[in-house]
């Protein structure tokens, strides 16, 4: 996959509205594999729909979303089975971690599907995001920041031309939040990947090729 656009996109809960000042919303927008974008977002702006949308969690929404010209609409579950295996990897704001499940257990539920990293590649970022000794603690012990952590883990388990991250530093500091940007970026760029970045307003240090409003 080399491009997903959106084109004239709104949010079903927006049509009534006539006020929608946005780079995104009822626009015509193209992501295009490799380049780095940052999407700047207020609260409630639908930025989390958005990743939602790409991904066919949600479909309540106008307008078109274009995978390589073809119009999500049209997809069967096996195509969408299909673009979240191999194309398409989301970190949710919310992250969905299992709590009963161990940091590395959560990871390998994603991996046991892709076959796509090494335990031993998996503990070498778990090492570097200085969380190694919580890789066999049940995730409802960790802190969210750590918890974002592992479900940045999670997301890169697998082959992928797209990484959406929505707010994926929150709650970390700026030490973490940039060993995270480096490891993402590093596995990104091994993969050709593009990268969106969602933000409310701490967002991830990179050279972005783009910064869209919402």
């Given at each position: 996959m080399n491009t997903i656009t959106l084109d004239?996109?709104?949010?079903?809960?927006?049509?009534?509205?006539?006020?929608?000042?946005?780079?995104?919303?009822?626009?015509?927008?193209?992501?295009?594999?490799?380049?780095?974008?940052?999407?700047?977002?207020?609260?409630?702006?639908?930025?989390?729909?958005l990743c939602s949308f790409v991904v066919g969690y949600r479909k309540d929404f106008d307008g078109k979303i274009l995978f390589d010209g073809k119009d999500s609409r049209q997809f069967k579950v096996k195509d969408w089975i299909q673009i979240r295996q191999r194309h398409i990897s989301l970190l949710f704001q919310e992250l969905r971690l299992f709590p009963e499940l161990t940091a590395m257990e959560n990871v390998e539920i994603k991996n046991a599907l892709t076959h796509f990293k090494t335990r031993q590649e998996i503990g070498c970022w778990f090492e570097a995001l200085g969380i190694a000794d919580k890789i066999d603690d049940p995730v409802r012990l960790m802190s969210f920041g750590q918890q974002q952590?592992?479900?940045?883990?999670?997301?890169?388990?697998?082959?992928?031309?797209?990484?959406?991250?929505?707010?994926?530093?929150?709650?970390?500091?700026?030490?973490?939040?940039?060993?995270?940007?480096?490891?993402?970026?590093?596995?990104?760029?091994?993969?050709?990947?593009?990268?969106?970045?969602?933000?409310?307003?701490?967002?991830?240090?990179?050279?972005?090729?783009?910064?869209?409003?919402?």
């Amino acid at each position: 996959m080399n491009t997903i656009t959106l084109d004239n996109t709104l949010p079903n809960v927006f049509l009534q509205r006539t006020d929608i000042q946005s780079d995104i919303w009822r626009k015509q927008i193209c992501f295009e594999k490799g380049k780095t974008y940052l999407i700047e977002a207020q609260s409630g702006t639908g930025k989390s729909s958005l990743c939602s949308f790409v991904v066919g969690y949600r479909k309540d929404f106008d307008g078109k979303i274009l995978f390589d010209g073809k119009d999500s609409r049209q997809f069967k579950v096996k195509d969408w089975i299909q673009i979240r295996q191999r194309h398409i990897s989301l970190l949710f704001q919310e992250l969905r971690l299992f709590p009963e499940l161990t940091a590395m257990e959560n990871v390998e539920i994603k991996n046991a599907l892709t076959h796509f990293k090494t335990r031993q590649e998996i503990g070498c970022w778990f090492e570097a995001l200085g969380i190694a000794d919580k890789i066999d603690d049940p995730v409802r012990l960790m802190s969210f920041g750590q918890q974002q952590r592992v479900a940045m883990i999670r997301a890169l388990v697998q082959p992928f031309d797209f990484l959406f991250c929505d707010e994926p530093i929150s709650h970390l500091d700026d030490e973490n939040s940039q060993m995270m940007a480096n490891i993402m970026t590093e596995e990104a760029r091994r993969q050709g990947a593009g990268i969106v970045i969602t933000s409310i307003g701490k967002h991830m240090n990179l050279p972005y090729d783009k910064t869209l409003c919402l």
